[in-house]
């Protein structure tokens, strides 16, 4: 074999080598993958923890129309103006019977209306609470009561009664219990 051969040959044979170790990714690389893959996922997850919360929130306020319409019934009954201090006497069911899937219990005090989350909520929010208060006037019972939620404004000339006992994260609350800005 002649010595250029012999050149030309081992090139080529390293040029083969060369190639061979070239493919496939580097253990740096892919370690720069996975750590992109990880900062996308822990900013995606606590999003999607958000819609889902949401979404059970919302889904559960079906409920509060069946307290709503106790406590609205007798508030005009009583032609006074007084507001139901229980759910008896609001004639609805006591607390821990208005469940649900998301709900453990709908409770009246004084007038306002308490949700608590339970048994398949979402653990970020079971066992906390939202709460719906009447806002009246005062000296024209025969006004509809207007609810008022969280730390929703309440409407002009109107006095909210009861006490708030909300704990969700605000970004969890539906639209109608926020504040526009």
Known sequence: MSH????????QYQGMQQR???????????IIVVAILAILAATAVPSMIDSMVRSQVKESL????IAQQGVNLTYLAGGAGELPIDNKAAGIPEPNKIVSNLISAVKVDNGAITIT??????SYIKDKHITFRPAIV??????????????????????VKGIDLTDLKPSWL???CVQPK
Request: aromatic fraction near 6%; hydrophobic fraction near 35%.
């Open 62 to 65: 079906s409920l509060v129309n």
């Open 20 to 30: 061979q170790h070239q493919s496939g990714f580097t253990l740096l690389e892919i």
């Open 174 to 176: 539906p639209a109608q």
């Open 117 to 122: 989350f339970g048994n398949n909520a979402s």
């Open 4 to 11: 250029q051969r012999k050149i030309s040959h081992e090139r």
């Open 138 to 159: 005062a000296d024209a019972p025969q006004v509809p009561i207007a609810w008022v939620c969280s730390g929703k404004a309440v409407p002009n000339g109107m006095t």
